[in-house]
């Protein structure tokens, strides 16, 4: 199986391979921090499970490069990208937020899980809130037996 995780936040990154190489030792498992990587990964190679985060930078961010412009909802570019190009990977949001957006724009984490199922019914899985504690390895674990 292989296993691309997009995930700009290490700790998280780190938490969600951890849990992937365990649950899945013979995985091969590659990660990407932007929107900008991310869609060069998915061109490059073909994956059968993808761990989403939806707020990512636009561009690595590096000692020299700050990552352009942050983007509050870059993981939705990323799944109508997989979209467009008609991937056959299983996609599972994991997201530290409860809300997302500003103003009249936003809308919580339900809200946006029914929003996302309705627009990549063939791609997204589910939804994930990210959490200090085990819960999510709990839902993810759920969702992967999906």
Same mark, same amino acid.
């Given at each position: 199986m292989k296993v691309l995780i997009i995930e @700009?936040?290490?700790?998280k990154l780190?938490?969600?391979?951890?849990?992937?190489?365990?649950?899945? &030792?013979?995985?091969?498992?590659?990660?990407?921090r932007s929107?900008?990587?991310?869609?060069?990964s998915v061109d490059e190679s073909d994956y059968n499970l993808v761990l989403l985060d939806i707020s990512l930078p636009s561009f690595d961010v590096t000692s020299t490069e700050?990552?352009?412009?942050p983007q509050g909802f870059g993981g939705?570019?990323?799944l109508r990208y997989l979209s467009a190009i008609e991937s056959t990977a299983s996609v599972i949001v994991v997201t530290q937020y409860k809300t997302f957006g500003?103003?009249?724009?936003?809308? @919580?984490?339900?809200?946006?899980?029914?929003?996302?199922?309705?627009? /990549? &019914?063939d791609l997204?899985?589910?939804?994930?809130? /990210?959490?200090?504690?085990k819960k999510w390895q709990v839902k993810l674990v759920k969702l992967l037996e999906k």
């Open positions: @700009d936040d290490q700790h780190n938490n969600l391979y951890e849990f992937v190489s365990k649950k899945f &030792p013979s995985a091969e498992i590659d990660y990407a929107v900008s990587s991310s869609i060069s700050s990552g352009g412009k939705i570019d990323i500003e103003g009249s724009d936003e809308k @919580d984490i339900s809200v946006l899980t029914m929003e996302l199922l309705h627009e /990549f &019914p997204l899985i589910g939804v994930i809130y /990210f959490d200090s504690g």
